[in-house]
């Protein structure tokens, strides 16, 4: 049986759950360039992706900007 690969593990991580930043993408898929998939979904398969800047917790208690991916259906 074939393994997904790291796109097609983001795409159904976004049906899924609604979205995906890089850490999600990192800890939940093992991918270290979220964008990259990104863009190659966008821009070799046509999926139409939306990117939200969110604040996250960051370190010591700061708030960071992160993009957040998700389908636009």
Not at 3 to 29: C, F, H, P, V
Not at 30 to 35: D, H, M, N, P, V
Not at 45 to 72: C, F, N, Q, W
């Amino acid at each position: 049986m074939r393994r997904k690969s790291q796109k097609e593990q983001i795409l159904q991580y976004m049906q899924l759950t609604g979205g995906i930043t890089t850490k999600e993408a990192w800890d939940n898929i093992g991918c270290s360039r979220l964008s990259g998939r990104i863009y190659e979904l966008i821009h070799e398969d046509g999926y139409d992706i939306k990117k939200e800047m969110v604040k996250v917790p960051g370190r010591h208690g700061t708030k960071a900007r992160v993009a957040r991916y998700s389908l636009d259906e």
